[in-house]
């Protein structure tokens, strides 16, 4: 397109991507897979419902065909847990049995990005592998296969959780042909069996770090406010690389300004490799996220510690960002910077009408689609979604705080902190006729856990959100925060009779093998109690997503590792 009008080149949100073209694995002949040794990899999925058939049928086409039954070895191990380097240690450790070919199972849902992963890890060492989906899993292996490999084999076979064994095989079987062929063709033949149609990012993004895009010049509406913002949102939505809200276009002006209050070097690593893209996230990343979520400048410091509790291990980023759970990723600031910049969590805090609030969190989510690539019904397993994943963000009021905060739980008053939780949106509790705090607090137990609630097969952390006359109440009837903890722990719980064949495979303690009932969360703990919002009846309880996900703690702290005692300690130049 021509550009007489000098228009302003927008910077790319994804950043850019280095698209790898792997080479794959020489295949053996179909004389060589008989004889030969074969690999059956399930990553635990198979487990589920009536999936193993998948590995059943195929064991019998092999055996129609002649192979060699003595010579098969199958491994089971989650992937769960384990980054890039260590998918490829576990594929080196896959390749000592000597395999001809490899069978990878399942990618139906959350694990099927990080089984790609070792899928593409067992190619590079030298062993042809096909790889077994199932939708919603079958999106997402599509996309970590054309960003992190260019091109792989994988067969999906149209089934879910209540396919008969009759269903699978029927499945399997009409897409045994592609499976040989994945396994025994060479050339072109295997060229088009590893070809990947993907539906986004067809021109990957640039190295420049600008986005193709210039609208066609039009004389009348050159000069005007906002010129071009229609034709900017229309290619940013085809292009996947916004919300579906308006976004602030991220020019370069608008960038340079967004860094007045960060300190730290716009290539400064945030996140570690994660998610479709295998990306890290950098501080730039973050930066251009942020005027696309209409942010202030001095929201970069918060954004940046967020991004760090992220990265923590505890928090399990890289499932998280692709997973059919409909939870956002919830920031909860605590301490004097939240107060100074507006982070409000008075009354209506997780609504709108707050913009410190709802621009931040929806910068967090925005780096996560457009730097991750998880976008929604491409590489995104969400069933449903939910509003979280717009924005999820508030603060903690000290004027209503009726107990310590997690700043000064974790740190101290003077310390300004972000939790960060992987949870479902606010759950509303109502109670307007209790008259004391022991009859409320019995409202607010029943509502910490359902039988559809992921905390109810997985005990990990939750956050009950008291609104002022409820904390009051329940202050006036002499609890701490710690007694509220220990009440919920105790009382907040399901018989197993209950949970045992619903919901998700649990993923419960050892030493909990043999407990009657199961409690929710693993330790008073887990149980957060913040004071927000407005007088009246109405509580809130969050819920966690808690697959091997904590909530975690980051502290706002300037490069030197020194705690931030105000937003003007990060300004440039101060």
């Not at 209409?294 to 940046?304: D, E, F, Q, R």
């Not at 006359?469 to 701490?480: E, F, Q, S």
């Not at 197993?496 to 409690?519: C, D, F, I, S, T």
């Amino acid at each position: 397109m021509s550009n007489p009008n000098n228009l302003e080149r927008l910077l790319d949100p994804r950043g850019y991507q280095e698209r790898p073209m792997l080479e794959l694995a020489k295949r053996p002949s179909l004389e060589d897979l008989k004889k030969g040794k074969i690999l059956f990899y399930n990553n635990t999925k198979l487990g589920f419902c009536n999936y193993y058939t998948v590995f059943d049928r195929i064991k019998e086409h092999l055996r129609e065909i002649g192979c060699c039954e003595d010579n098969w070895v199958e491994y089971t191990e989650t992937v769960r847990g384990k980054n890039a380097d260590d998918l490829m240690e576990y594929a080196k450790m896959l390749a000592k049995e000597e395999p001809v070919a490899a069978i990878v199972a399942f990618g139906d849902m959350g694990t099927s990005s990080s089984t790609t992963v070792l899928t593409i890890a067992l190619e590079k060492i030298g062993i042809p592998a096909v790889y077994m989906t199932a939708p919603p899993g079958t999106a997402i292996t599509e996309g970590v296969g054309v960003y992190r490999a260019g091109e792989l084999c994988m067969c999906s076979v149209d089934i879910m959780q209540a396919s008969t064994v009759e269903e699978v095989a029927t499945e399997v079987d009409k897409k045994w042909d592609y499976i040989l062929g994945a396994l025994t063709s060479n050339g072109d033949e295997l060229k088009k069996l590893a070809h990947i149609d993907f539906k986004i990012d067809k021109v990957a993004p640039a190295k420049d770090g600008l986005l193709p895009f210039i609208p066609e010049f039009d004389h009348e509406k050159s000069t005007e406010p906002g010129a071009y913002m229609e034709e900017v949102m229309e290619y940013f939505n085809a292009e996947h690389i916004c919300d579906g809200l308006p976004i602030i276009p991220p020019t370069r002006r608008r960038y340079e300004a967004m860094l007045e209050y960060c300190p730290w070097p716009e290539d400064m690593k945030l996140v570690d490799p994660s998610g479709p893209s295998g990306r890290e996230i950098t501080v730039r990343d973050v930066a251009i996220a942020a005027v696309m979520a209409g942010c202030k400048p001095h929201a970069m410091p918060v954004l940046v510690a967020a991004f760090k509790a992220l990265n923590s291990p505890l928090y399990n980023f890289n499932q998280s960002v692709t997973t059919s759970h409909p939870g956002g990723n919830l920031c909860i600031v605590s301490g004097p910077i939240a107060q100074e910049i507006g982070i409000s969590g008075k009354q209506g805090c997780q609504g709108p009408g707050w913009p410190e609030n709802a621009t931040i969190g929806r910068a967090i989510n925005l780096v996560i689609m457009n730097v991750l690539r998880s976008v929604p019904g491409v590489c995104d397993l969400d069933c449903i979604a939910s509003q979280a994943e717009f924005t999820f963000c508030f603060a903690e009021e000290p004027s209503l705080a009726q107990w310590n905060m997690i700043n000064e739980d974790r740190y101290d008053s003077e310390t300004t902190t972000v939790y960060l939780l992987k949870a479902e949106p606010i759950h509303d509790v109502i109670d307007f006729l209790s008259l004391n705090g022991h009859d409320l607090l019995d409202t607010l137990t029943d509502c910490c856990s359902t039988l559809g609630s992921n905390n109810a097969y997985m005990p990990g952390p939750l956050v009950m959100c008291l609104t002022p006359d409820h904390a009051m109440m329940l202050k006036k009837d002499g609890y701490t925060k710690q007694m509220i903890q220990e009440h919920i722990h105790q009382y907040v719980y399901h018989d197993n009779a209950m949970v045992n064949g619903r919901g998700l495979m649990p993923v419960r303690p050892k030493e909990w093998e043999n407990r009657h009932p199961l409690p929710v969360t693993r330790s008073p703990k887990d149980v957060e109690v913040v004071t927000i919002g407005g007088r009246g009846g109405h509580d809130g309880i969050i819920l966690p997503w808690a697959l091997h996900s904590e909530g975690c703690v980051e502290p706002l702290t300037l490069p030197d590792g020194s705690i931030a005692k105000s937003i003007k300690d990060f300004k440039k130049g101060e």
